[in-house]
């Protein structure tokens, strides 16, 4: 087990997916060597699938209409520094956050890292 006092777990919650490989590409250049990502959907986005129209929303799950779905990005990430800069490219990528339709970062202090490898040509490595 490694204390990671100085770690942290990015998340991204993208709306775009189509940027999700100029994402990856921006943590392989940052030499972070693994992420997550799931599908999600947003309550925002799945109010109208409960709504007081029951005739609309049946059809809409029937027929896949509406279905607004998103990518959440999950990366452990090694320093605040390299945090910082990971966060800045990912933001040239996508664009500012804080304009509609981008998604959402932001980012958690790790306390305790078990399986995060330094060497990965040596799967056997474990930070220590």
Known sequence: MVKA???FLLVIHLDNI???QE???VFTANGITGCTIFETTGVGHTTFLTSDAPVIATMQRLFGANKQYNKTIFSVI???DLLNKTMDDIEKVVGDFCKPNK???Y???VAKVRGYR???????????
């Open 118 to 128: 330094v060497d990965l040509s040596d799967e056997s490595t474990c930070k220590t």
């Open 18 to 20: 189509g940027k999700i």
């Open 5 to 7: 006092e100085s770690y």
């Open 103 to 105: 998604g959402l970062m």
């Open 23 to 25: 994402i990856i590409e």
């Open 78 to 80: 090694e320093s605040e």
């Open 107 to 109: 980012a958690f202090p």
